[in-house]
Nanobody, 126 residues
Framework: QVQLVESGGGLVQAGGSLRLSCELS????????IGWFRQAPGKEREFVGA????????SYADSVKGRFAISKDDAKNSVYLQMNSLKPEDTAVYYC???????????????????WGQGTQVTVSS
């Protein structure tokens, strides 16, 4: 059974940075695109960014483009979300998710993902 574990959340001041990690176990890491989503209190879950099976296949939400960046470490079965220039509106629970898909495809749609992590809280103070 594939499992995803996020880490790296916390409290940071506006303008600061955090790096979230997502480690996949129980499956072949190379078969999955990894997406990041977030959900703020009272709001729907939203797409943040994703990386395909190929590291050069990436997509970001307009709200984070230029501030957030995704990277992969295949040797560690891990994906990272580097978040810079954080804003209070970035406060949310962040989830990573895995989508078993082809090498060139990544999705922005949550229900297309097969496995989800438990989430990690990111709080940005003003």
């Amino acid at each position: 059974q594939v499992q995803l574990v996020e880490s790296g959340g916390g409290l940071v001041q506006a303008g600061g940075s955090l790096r979230l990690s997502c480690e996949l176990s129980g499956g072949n890491f190379y078969n999955y695109a990894i997406g990041w989503f977030r959900q703020a209190p009272g709001k729907e879950r939203e797409f943040v960014g994703a990386v395909g099976r190929r590291s050069d296949v990436q997509s970001y939400a307009d709200s984070v483009k230029g501030r957030f960046a995704i990277s992969k470490d295949d040797a560690k079965n891990s994906v990272y979300l580097q978040m810079n220039s954080l804003k209070p509106e970035d406060t949310a629970v962040y989830y990573c998710a895995a989508d078993r898909t082809g090498p060139w495809y990544i999705s922005r749609i949550g229900h297309e993902y097969d496995y989800w992590g438990q989430g990690t809280q990111v709080t940005v103070s003003s």
